[in-house]
């Protein structure tokens, strides 16, 4: 069965400091991997995709990383900002054929970034 | 604007009362599916469509219905909501038939849907 799990479930941090949001998967045959951000009462916003070849990707201050070896992918928020205090989400997709895939989404982790 | 829209974005009702959540694209995209959310789960899918008249069962259709008879809508329809429908809903759409690496799926805002 695919799986995704993100850790920590939920982190507290300070405005301008730096974090590091770790997803790990069971996903085969593995596709692309997302992560979104997800506002209070919104709907997810993709922050980077990846696929099998790539193994960084950068959006602003957002930094997607993935060791498809391992199986592991990490999301840095660089210089913090009230603004990043959000759900973010890992979403792990396999391939079915046709470039096409299924998702698979992880439980997010709660980031809240304190004055 | 380029959006999905979802109505009602709130809405409480009663056990059995058959009910509707319209979801809308305005970007002419082919793909549209819906989700829930519920606490310590991740977004789970319901149902999606590769296109009008098209539709397929996600990894929980149990209790939902839909339709597509036009590209830009897809409600979704509880015929007799229980308590165990009640959720976080959200509709979604990418641009392609089927969901590939190249796309994003763009989210409506959410439904928050209780059932009493």
């Known amino acids: 069965k695919n799986q995704v799990e993100q850790s920590p479930q939920s982190l507290i941090i300070l405005e301008g400091k730096n974090c590091t949001l770790q997803?790990?998967?069971?996903?085969?045959?593995?596709?692309?991997l997302r992560w979104y951000k997800q506002d209070t009462g919104r709907g997810p916003v993709s922050l980077t995709i990846?696929?099998?070849?790539?193994n960084t990707k950068s959006n602003g201050r957002y930094t997607a990383t993935l060791d498809a070896d391992t199986k592991q992918s990490s999301l840095h928020i660089t210089a913090s900002q009230l603004s990043d205090s959000a759900s973010y989400i890992c979403?792990?997709?396999?391939?079915?054929?046709?470039?096409?895939?299924?998702?698979?989404f992880g439980r997010g982790t709660s980031l809240i970034v304190h004055p | 604007e380029a959006q999905v829209t979802q109505n009602p974005r709130y809405l409480i009702t009663v056990t059995g009362k058959k009910l509707t959540v319209t979801c809308s694209q305005n970007?002419?995209?082919?793909?549209m599916s819906w989700y829930r959310q519920d606490p310590g789960l991740g977004l789970r899918q319901i149902y999606y469509?590769?296109?009008?008249?098209?539709?397929d069962k996600g990894d929980v259709p149990e209790g939902y219905k839909v339709s597509r008879k036009e590209k830009r809508n897809f409600p979704l329809i509880l015929e007799s909501p229980s308590p165990n429908q009640t959720s976080l809903y959200f509709c979604?759409?990418?641009?392609?038939?089927?969901?590939?690496?190249?796309?994003?799926?763009?989210f409506g805002p959410g439904t928050r849907l209780t059932v009493l």
């Open positions: 970007m002419n995209h082919e793909y």
């Open positions: 990846m696929t099998f070849s790539e």
């Open positions: 997803c790990n998967y069971t996903v085969s045959p593995f596709s692309n």
């Open positions: 469509s590769m296109n009008v008249e098209v539709t």
């Open positions: 979403v792990v997709s396999a391939g079915i054929g046709g470039g096409s895939y299924i998702p698979t």
């Open positions: 979604a759409s990418s641009p392609s038939g089927q969901l590939i690496f190249t796309d994003t799926q763009y």
